[in-house]
Antibody, heavy 122, light 110 residues
Framework: EVQLVESGGVVAQPGGSLRLSCAASGFTFGDYTMHWIRQAPGKGLEWVSLISWNSGRAYYADSVKGRLTISRDNSKNSLILQMNSLTTEDTALYYC???????????????WGQGTLVTVSS | QSVLTQPPSASGTPGQRVTVSCSGSSSNIGSNYVYWYQQFPGAAPKLLIDRNNQRPSGVPDRFSGSKSGTSASLAISGLRSEDEAVYYCAAWDDSLRGYVFGTGTKVTVL
């Protein structure tokens, strides 16, 4: 059974940094592109970033480009999102999600974690 | 970057058929697959429709998807009370080099 468990969400100050992690199990992590998707309180879904199975490709939403960095460690089945220069607009529940198909980055996402809450406030 | 447009709400009585539309452009729906997700309050989204019209294992055949040009639709036939949820469409956007989600449609069973 696929399991994705996010962690690292905290209350942070504007301009601050934090690091989110996602621990994956139940599938061959190194074969799949992984995604971060967020949802502000009471709002819709916003795709944030993806990293391909071999870290060869990384794409970002315009709203986070230059501030957020996605990375992965296939030896540890771990996905990371480094968040810098935080703004109140980054307040959201952050989900990690697995791509549907192996060796693809545009085939959608199937399994999602339960999310980790990031609150940016002074 | 929510560039897919959905109606904010849709409703029907039990047993009715409800459709949810999703309008995009040539760079997203017009040239890529559409995916549909169902989200209940306090829960993570769940994949409902894969590649325009494919139902993943376990999704009831009451749910169906279609795509034409730069628009897509989700249909729920034989509406049931447990279908009350928010539904999102999503697609890869070639111009943005990222995924875009729809604005979300809350389906209510009257």
């Amino acid at each position: 059974e696929v399991q994705l468990v996010e962690s690292g969400g905290v209350v942070a100050q504007p301009g601050g940094s934090l690091r989110l992690s996602c621990a994956a199990s139940g599938f061959t992590f190194g074969d799949y592109t992984m995604h971060w998707i967020r949802q502000a309180p009471g709002k819709g879904l916003e795709w944030v970033s993806l990293i391909s199975w071999n870290s060869g490709r990384a794409y970002y939403a315009d709203s986070v480009k230059g501030r957020l960095t996605i990375s992965r460690d296939n030896s540890k089945n771990s996905l990371i999102l480094q968040m810098n220069s935080l703004t109140t607009e980054d307040t959201a529940l952050y989900y990690c999600a697995k791509d549907i198909r192996t060796y693809s980055w545009y085939s959608g996402f199937d399994s999602w974690g339960q999310g980790t809450l990031v609150t940016v406030s002074s | 970057q929510s560039v897919l447009t959905q109606p904010p709400s849709a409703s029907g009585t039990p047993g009715q058929r409800v459709t949810v539309s999703c309008s995009g452009s040539s760079s997203n729906i017009g040239s890529n697959y559409v995916y549909w997700y169902q989200q209940f309050p306090g829960a993570a989204p769940k994949l409902l429709i894969d590649r325009n019209n494919q139902r993943p294992s376990g999704v009831p055949d009451r749910f169906s998807g279609s795509k034409s040009g730069t628009s897509a639709s989700l249909a729920i036939s034989g509406l049931r009370s447990e279908d009350e949820a928010v539904y999102y469409c999503a697609a890869w956007d070639d111009s943005l080099r990222g995924y875009v989600f729809g604005t979300g449609t809350k389906v209510t069973v009257l």
